[in-house]
């Protein structure tokens, strides 16, 4: 399953980048997740629930980033245990395009999953996908909006 699109992010490139690769600001905007630790190989270990039509998992998954296309691009791959829900897979492509104070975020993702989750069928598993990535960037979008309502405040 593929997944691509762009979102105008209200703050410039580079503190966009900043944020990305932040783990309070991503832990708080990535849905369900309940723990975002860096492991001493550099890699991210995440903690996750989530809820895909009837079944709630709670996935154990790891991160690799790729960062050195940075600032402009990057490129992250990940894969997650759902014990009896399942397995899931996948990567991002992310390329920020700056657009005077404001940043546009460009993605292309691809997943794929396994197990009780694949049984959902195609569809579904889509659908959540593209919900769970608009409530990402969403929240990603709102926090960067809230700090910089904060820094003009102090």
Do not use: W
């Amino acid at each position: 399953m593929e997944l691509n699109d762009e979102v105008k992010i209200p703050a410039k490139l580079e503190y966009v980048y900043n944020c990305l690769n932040d783990l309070e600001v991503l832990q708080k905007c990535i849905p369900g997740c309940e723990e975002l630790l860096e492991n001493t190989d550099g890699s991210l270990s995440a903690r996750v629930v989530l809820k895909i039509g009837p079944i709630k998992a709670n996935f154990k998954g790891k991160i690799v980033l790729d960062l050195s296309n940075g600032p402009e691009k990057y490129s992250l791959n990940g894969e997650g245990d759902g014990g009896m829900a399942g397995f899931a897979k996948g990567g991002a492509d992310v390329e920020l395009i700056e657009d005077g104070n404001e940043t546009i975020l460009k993605y292309v993702a691809k997943s794929s999953v396994t197990g009780k989750i694949a049984q959902l069928g195609s569809r579904l598993i889509l659908n959540t996908a593209k919900k769970l990535s608009k409530t990402f960037f969403e929240n990603f979008r709102e926090h960067i909006r809230n700090e910089k309502n904060e820094n003009v405040q102090s």
